[in-house]
Nanobody, 114 residues
Framework: VQLVESGGGLVQPGGSLRLSCAAS????????MGWYRQAPGQQRELVAT???????NYADSVKGRFTISRDDAKNTVYLQMDGLKPEDTAVYYC?????????WGQGTQVTARS
């Protein structure tokens, strides 16, 4: 199983980034896909999830600014991040979950600063 994130980088506050996570080795359409983040010295936290049904869930801190989506034909999940704030700075991890199966990507750094 591989989850490969891309799209991170450095952006000014108020800017946008789009993260992608390409999955292989799983039946992608069955999995709930998610994005989590971990800032230095802090615990990993939920950012957003999208179920196999398309139902979405967001952390309160990103509601209205971030949008999660999935393309089952491409085995890929996306996170569109608009209105980035310095407090969004973290390593962002892709997650795939189906019943007792749980997989993580290697992470991609997102930095929002002037």
């Amino acid at each position: 199983v591989q989850l490969v994130e891309s799209g991170g980088g450095l952006v000014q506050p108020g800017g946008s980034l789009r993260l992608s996570c390409a999955a292989s080795g799983i039946i992608f359409r069955l999995y709930t896909m998610g994005w989590y983040r971990q800032a230095p010295g802090q615990q990993r936290e939920l950012v957003a999830t999208i179920a196999s049904t398309g139902e979405t869930n967001y952390a309160d801190s990103v509601k209205g600014r971030f949008t999660i989506s999935r393309d089952d034909a491409k085995n890929t999940v996306y996170l569109q991040m608009d209105g980035l704030k310095p407090e969004d700075t973290a390593v962002y991890y892709c997650n795939a979950n189906f019943r007792l199966l749980n997989y993580w990507g290697q992470g991609t750094q997102v930095t929002a600063r002037s």
